[in-house]
């Protein structure tokens, strides 16, 4: 949450302003605040899909589980951040229209957030305990899409950010729908999702490429290529500097709140979280057409000069980058010779808990009070170990109210043709 929501805040601020300075002397656009501060939260957006893929969560748990976590997020802000600033009038600034400005972000952001929620335990109350969700992998698996469909329609339609929306409806599902239904639904339905995400990203980047061939974007800046290339160099330097701006600063100070020295960010692991938030990808161009473009043209040659840009510097991010990325990463993090036998040794890992996980029968206080648990170092241990923290409570208030009301792994209700009925039989 820092580096995604905070750090998006951060560079978009530095990016935001960069261009206010040199944008405007260049004079190649009739743009005004507003569109400054619409770039600013375009090329905030990041893609960190590529170093996700050369990362390991076994090896190095903490820094998979900040890259990972600051994409998602960071893909959510922005998009509100985009959407907050098409709604305003940028043109006269002043404080009231500043305060006005982050209450509508923070009142997107929120609302989007609850109506997910709200979805998602909707979704996971039917398939627990209606009749029709259940006894049939058909149903679940449409009652999941849908509900999740629904989420995004119900944010569009009501004018806040459906991937914020549907992005929080899809932690509340996996969370609690996904342990209600049958196992043949949970199959389905993670090879479904992926499959659909695979083809979505796909798709994009066809889209981007097919684009990039498009001669009438390229027919306005065809008289000055030296504007376009200074465009798409200064757009680069300004990510580069706000990633930078964030990523270490915000390390910094969360070092400085951690006791013990494995749970600190270390520096190269630092410079690989700056790395890997420098891809652009969809959510950049996606802002950038709905910014800059009507129905995919423009007549405008400031306008069209953003848009190949933003192809220019998407295609070089993830070409140059994308290539640089495991080179880099086996420079920094060299691979462990003995990886298996040091994390079996390592006190935080799974193999060297001594102790059961808890479930819902049992007194977690009385429990962990003759154990020294460590604390957590990645999502899977957080996820079956509590310690004394806000995740040991939230884990405390969820198997004592939620769990009860909308199932969830160990709280599904042995019924006739559910799934707990198959697993315990």
Not at 99 to 104: E, P, Q, S, T, Y
Not at 129 to 146: C, I, N, P, Q
Request: proline share 4%; aromatic share 12%; charged share 15%.
């Amino acid at each position: 949450m820092l580096f995604g929501a905070v750090g998006t805040l951060v560079s978009w601020a530095i990016i935001s302003l960069g261009a206010i300075q040199i944008f405007s002397r260049m004079d190649f656009g009739d743009f005004d605040i507003g569109d400054y501060l619409a770039i600013g939260a375009i090329f905030a957006a990041t893609d960190s899909v590529c170093t996700l893929q050369v990362l390991h969560q076994d090896e190095t748990p903490l820094l998979y589980s900040l890259v990972f976590g600051e994409g998602v997020v960071n893909d959510a802000t922005s998009v509100v951040l985009f959407n907050a600033i098409q709604s305003f009038d940028m043109s006269k600034i002043d404080p009231k229209i500043a305060l006005h400005f982050i209450g509508n972000f923070l009142y997107l952001f929120f609302t989007s957030t609850v109506l997910g929620v709200i979805a998602g335990l909707l979704c996971a109350y039917i398939i627990k305990k209606l009749y029709f969700g259940r006894h049939s992998t058909d149903r679940e698996v449409a009652l999941m899409m849908l509900m999740a469909y629904l989420s995004y329609m119900l944010a569009e339609l009501l004018d806040l950010s459906g991937i914020l929306t549907v992005f929080f409806c899809g932690i509340v599902m996996s969370h609690y729908t996904w342990h209600n239904v049958t196992e043949s639904s949970r199959i389905t339905t993670k090879h479904t999702f992926a499959t659909l995400s695979f083809v979505a990203e796909t798709f994009i980047f066809l889209y981007v490429g097919m684009d990039a061939l498009d001669i009438e974007k390229w027919r306005f800046i065809s008289d000055s290529p030296g504007t376009s290339v200074a465009v798409s160099s200064i757009l680069l330097s300004l990510v580069l500097l706000g990633r930078a701006a964030f990523v270490f600063p915000l390390s910094f100070l969360s070092n400085l709140a951690k006791k013990s020295t494995s749970e600190k960010i270390s520096f190269k692991q630092q410079v690989i979280i700056w790395w890997a938030g420098l891809i652009r990808g969809a959510v950049s161009m996606a802002l950038a057409y709905n910014k800059f473009t009507s129905l995919g043209h423009t007549n405008l040659r400031g306008n069209a000069i953003m848009i190949t840009s933003t192809i220019t510097l998407v295609l070089f991010s993830t070409v140059v980058f994308g290539l640089l990325t495991k080179p880099l990463i086996r420079l920094l993090l060299p691979p462990l010779k003995h990886a298996t036998s040091a994390a079996s040794s390592d006190p935080n890992s799974p193999n060297s808990l001594g102790v059961p996980l808890i479930s819902h029968s049992q007194d977690s206080d009385s429990f962990l009070s003759g154990h020294d648990i460590p604390r957590p170092s990645s999502i899977r241990m957080l996820l079956t170990t509590p310690t004394y923290t806000v995740h040991r409570l939230w884990r405390r208030f969820d198997d004592r109210f939620m769990r009860p009301v909308f199932g969830g792994r160990g709280f599904v209700p042995v019924v006739p043709g559910s799934p707990t009925e198959g697993n315990l039989s």
